[in-house]
């Protein structure tokens, strides 16, 4: 399974940061459906950029390509980066458990 990250231009620490999402990602993801997807595509950003404060304004966006099914996206906001990832991923393994129970029922 490839993991793609894209940060924005507001994204501070972006070596570092992808390195460890890319590794928090193949822990949640590869054993139940690694052999399953070809490619997960990571979208972090930061909606309101560093000169504006704000909420819950950091935002992942995750998108699966699964083999043998039409791409699988969530998004989360939070107040920071960490949580924005924790609470894509959370939706991203029920998404991807629906999606491949589905297909397993057929």
């Avoid at 070596?15 to 890319?22: D, K, M, P």
């Avoid at 590869?30 to 490619?39: I, M």
């Amino acid at each position: 399974m490839l993991v793609q990250i894209n940060t924005d231009h507001n994204i501070e620490g972006r070596e570092q940061l992808s390195r460890h999402v890319e590794e928090k990602i193949q822990a949640a993801l590869n054993a139940r459906f690694g052999e399953r997807l070809t490619r997960v595509e990571v979208h972090l950003g930061d909606e309101n950029s560093s000169k504006k404060g704000g909420g819950a304004d950091k935002r992942c966006l995750l998108e699966a390509r699964p083999a043998g099914l039409q791409p699988i996206a969530v998004s989360h906001q939070a107040e920071s980066l960490n949580l924005a990832v924790d609470g894509a991923l959370a939706k991203f393994k029920r998404a991807l458990g629906h999606a491949f129970g589905k297909q397993k029922n057929h």
